[in-house]
């Protein structure tokens, strides 16, 4: 079993900068696929930004692109998104996901272990 444990949340004016961080517990990420998805009061959960186990590879959301950085520290166990030029739409729960080993994921389905999540709220 994964624990993932999302940190880093809270509340920051439009144009600020958070990076929140998913520390996993139990077995290694090292070897999994990592994902970051987000989820707004009556909306679904979105993909926000992946990355390969090496983190030679990422992805991320169009909405997101050029601002978000997704990357892991493999000997932390650890996963982060930095998030610069936040904007009052980005508000939203964040929770990070671990997925298979080989490829990518955007959808919801593709990952097996999941955080509680995280608030991130931005002002306008």
């Known amino acids: 079993q994964v624990q993932l444990e999302e940190s880093g949340g809270g509340l920051v004016q439009a144009g600020g900068s958070l990076r929140l961080s998913c520390a996993a517990s139990?077995?290694?990420?090292?070897?999994?696929?990592m994902g970051w998805f987000r989820q707004a009061p009556g909306a679904e959960r979105d993909f926000v930004a992946a990355?390969?186990?090496?983190?030679?590879?990422?992805d991320y959301a169009d909405s997101v692109k050029g601002r978000f950085t997704i990357s892991r520290d493999n000997a932390k166990n650890t996963v982060y998104l930095q998030m610069s030029s936040l904007k009052p739409e980005d508000t939203a729960v964040y929770y990070c996901?671990?997925?298979?080993?080989w490829g990518l994921g955007r959808t919801s389905n593709w990952y097996d272990y999941w955080g509680q999540g995280t608030q991130v709220t931005v002002s306008s």
């Open positions: 996901a671990a997925g298979p080993t």
């Open positions: 139990g077995r290694t990420i090292s070897s999994r696929a």
């Open positions: 990355i390969t186990w090496t983190g030679g590879r990422t």
